[in-house]
């Protein structure tokens, strides 16, 4: 239980960081004058940084120790954040996105996530897991939430304050890498238990599992393709430029929208102990894809957000049934492994889209990338409930 409550904080505060400068980053970039497609291309420069991350956590974290790991991950985006505030070049901010692992998509997807997700099952028996996932996923979209609001620090200190526009920004560029300082401090006190039992090596897969991550992960690509183009720093900006709303709305929005993706991880467990995880991770991720296409032809701000809204209340609740998921269906030695390949493939489409989605916006239309990913995500979830409905884990098995 203590690593798990030094994991929950530590998520906690990664996911502030993750909401601030998920809503900031697009803003604060257009403050510089960057264009869109340069804004996309920054965002992914911070997603192939954490994929290559993720394929090093995957293939060595258990050799170099758990807790080692997940520190030099936080130091390493406190350089991120150190880079983003003091440099203000294309080249340098690139270069600081990917050493420091920006995630402009406003949610947490990084490497830690792969060790943390390996670690919480070993706390928990199998009956136990999801509820475990779903508060984990509660904190950490509460942290989103957080973030988000603390977003709209730099119109507080330009307003109240009398710092420049740009000023206020940095500060909060500032707070983000604070926000990783305390998160390492969290890391450096877990315990030894964490770390995986038996030999160095790492344990080969399975046949069965090789052949269940290998299918489950080619979904996982093409659901995280489609999410790239709906990253948060990309949404804060459509909403930015289609309606002309300021930093300040957007951050209120932004809360509101991670409050209910908490909410719902708990609705989530609830559900999937009466229908299953997968239909769980099917049932209410189409619908929220069909509402996030309605978002882009909305007439005015206000519909816009109460559709966003209403599909932020459904969006998130396949995120605590899909770790719980992988987890179950693949033997314990295998399960760091198991959370590298799933998110290694998820980061490379959320770090491939953002640059082609900032192209859509500036070519064709600022909601063309809604009705793009929200139809590819559709296409996801009818093949995933084709291809594994019929495998289930050893709760529903045993129920």
């Known amino acids: 239980m203590h690593d798990r409550r030094l994991i929950y904080l530590a998520s906690f505060l990664r996911a502030c960081a993750t909401g601030l400068i998920g809503v900031l980053l697009g803003l604060y970039l257009a403050r510089l004058a960057f264009s869109p497609a340069e804004i996309g291309l920054t965002v992914s420069a911070g997603l192939a940084g954490a ?17 080692r790991t997940l520190m030099l991950l936080a130091w390493l985006s406190v350089a991120g954040g150190l880079g983003a505030l003091v440099f203000s070049d294309l080249a340098a901010i690139l270069l600081a996105a990917f050493v420091g692992m920006l995630n402009g998509q406003g949610r947490d997807r990084g490497a830690s996530l792969v060790l943390e997700q390996a670690i919480l099952p070993t706390t928990a028996t199998d009956a136990e897991r999801t509820r475990v996932f779903a508060w984990y996923n509660v904190l950490q979209d509460a942290g989103h939430a957080l973030g988000s609001g603390l977003a709209a620090l730099p119109a507080w200190l330009t307003g109240w304050g009398g710092l420049s526009e740009l000023a206020a920004f940095q500060l909060a560029l500032g707070l983000y890498g604070v926000l990783f300082i305390a998160q ?105 894809s069909l509402l996030l296409m309605t978002v882009a032809i909305a007439p005015d701000f206000t519909t816009a957000a109460l559709l966003f809204l209403l599909r932020e209340g459904l969006v998130e609740m396949d995120v605590p049934t899909r770790q719980s998921y992988v987890m179950a269906i693949i033997r314990p030695e295998e399960r760091t492994f198991a959370a590298s390949l799933t998110h290694l493939v998820r980061l490379g489409g959320w770090a491939l889209a953002p640059a082609f989605a900032g192209l859509l916006m500036q070519g064709l239309s600022l909601g063309t990338p809604l009705v793009v990913g929200a139809a590819m995500k559709i296409g996801y979830d009818g093949l995933l409930w084709a291809g594994f409905r019929r495998i289930r884990p050893p709760e529903e098995i045993n129920s």
């Open 51 to 67: 994929t290559l991350a993720v394929l090093l956590v995957g293939l060595k974290a258990d050799r170099w120790g758990r807790r």
């Open 184 to 288: 390492a401090l969290l890391f450096a006190r877990l315990s030894p238990r964490i770390e995986r039992a038996g030999p160095d090596k790492p344990a080969p897969l399975s046949p069965d599992s090789r052949r269940r991550l290998g299918r489950i992960s080619a979904l996982f690509a093409l659901d995280a393709l489609a999410g790239g183009f709906l990253g948060t720093a990309l949404i804060a900006y459509f909403f930015h430029a289609r309606f002309g709303v300021d930093a300040q709305t957007i951050a209120a929005l932004f809360v509101a929208a991670r409050l209910l993706n908490a909410a719902s991880h708990l609705g989530a467990a609830w559900l999937a102990r009466r229908i299953g995880l997968v239909n769980t991770m099917v049932f209410t991720h189409m619908p929220s």
